[in-house]
């Protein structure tokens, strides 16, 4: 991360295509859920899913294990409400929800999310929100009003 004018905090190429393919990967996902929803409840892919992101992840962190130690209790708690609210709480709401509307109306929803964070980064990080970002915020309203129009 570089630091721009006024101090202000600038993401490199690598950043931002690092967001951008977590986007495509959690917009894939609404689908998939959606195809699996039929034939699984909720809690049982919910734990198939997380079942197979622990592995991988246990495996991506074994070399990175010292960083956790330096964790103090109120980090580690930050981590483990993050994990409840942020993966668990998302799947089971999400998939919940798949059973009840289609996969095109849970897509529309999940792009709204983009909109809420920039929203939350204003309010509570007092980020500023630059001609870029409102642009983006302006498409991105087009483009779920052209979703739902059409």
């Given at each position: 991360?570089?630091?721009?004018?006024?101090?202000?905090?600038?993401?490199?190429?690598?950043?931002?295509?690092?967001?951008?393919?977590?986007?495509?990967?959690?917009?894939?996902?609404?689908?998939?859920?959606?195809?699996?929803?039929?034939?699984?409840?909720?809690?049982?892919?919910?734990?198939?899913?997380?079942?197979?992101?622990?592995?991988?992840?246990?495996?991506?962190?074994?070399?990175?294990?010292?960083?956790?130690?330096?964790?103090?209790?109120?980090?580690?708690?930050?981590?483990?409400?993050?994990?409840?609210?942020g993966?668990?709480?998302?799947?089971?709401?999400?998939?919940g929800?798949?059973?009840?509307?289609?996969?095109?109306?849970?897509?529309?929803?999940?792009?709204?999310?983009?909109?809420?964070?920039?929203?939350?980064?204003?309010?509570?990080?007092?980020?500023?929100?630059?001609?870029r970002?409102?642009?983006?915020?302006?498409?991105?309203?087009?483009?779920?009003?052209?979703?739902?129009?059409?």
């Open positions: 991360m570089r630091t721009g004018p006024g101090g202000k905090r600038r993401i490199g190429a690598g950043g931002r295509a690092e967001i951008c393919a977590a986007f495509v990967l959690a917009g894939s996902s609404v689908p998939a859920a959606k195809f699996i929803s039929g034939s699984l409840a909720p809690l049982c892919s919910s734990f198939l899913a997380l079942l197979l992101a622990l592995a991988v992840l246990a495996l991506a962190c074994a070399r990175r294990a010292g960083e956790l130690r330096r964790l103090d209790g109120r980090g580690m708690l930050s981590i483990v409400l993050q994990s409840l609210s993966m668990v709480a998302f799947r089971l709401l999400m998939l929800g798949l059973r009840l509307t289609s996969a095109l109306h849970a897509g529309i929803i999940s792009a709204a999310g983009p909109l809420a964070m920039a929203a939350a980064s204003a309010v509570f990080l007092k980020e500023g929100l630059g001609g970002t409102v642009a983006g915020i302006a498409v991105s309203v087009a483009g779920i009003l052209a979703m739902r129009l059409l």
